[in-house]
């Protein structure tokens, strides 16, 4: 644990702050632009990772596993959003042949 930490710890946080501001703007423009209903699932899960990254960073400069431990809370809320989202896009396809997102404003009511 302690070498992960001092590799961790190298490096200066602020490559860390970057580097999760660039992966999550990424994820942010993904979920903007895409139509795609799986890209937009996948560029919220960068997002998600993003946050991830940062939140062991600062725990590790912290010396508190507080931030690691909320990561694996962080981790299954991904895991279930996936398998719900999925689900649903699946259900979707079955339904409409499609899974654009502009065809699905059709199941407003």
């Not at 431990?69 to 962080?74: D, L, N, R, S, T």
């Not at 689900?87 to 997102?101: C, E, K, L, Q, S």
Request: hydrophobic share 60%; proline share 2%; net charge neutral.
């Amino acid at each position: 644990m302690q070498d992960i930490v001092k590799t961790i710890q190298g490096v200066p946080l602020n490559h860390y702050i970057l580097l999760s501001a660039i992966i999550f703007s990424i994820g942010v423009t993904g979920v903007l632009i895409r139509r795609n209903a799986i890209v937009i699932f996948m560029s919220v899960e960068l997002m998600l990772n993003a946050v991830n990254l940062l939140l062991t960073a600062f725990s590790a400069f912290s010396n508190d596993p507080a931030g690691q431990v909320f990561v694996f809370f962080i981790m299954a809320l991904a895991a279930a959003e996936v398998a719900v989202g999925l689900a649903i896009i699946v259900m979707i396809y079955r339904n409409t042949n499609t899974i654009d997102i502009n065809v699905m404003n059709r199941l407003k009511w």
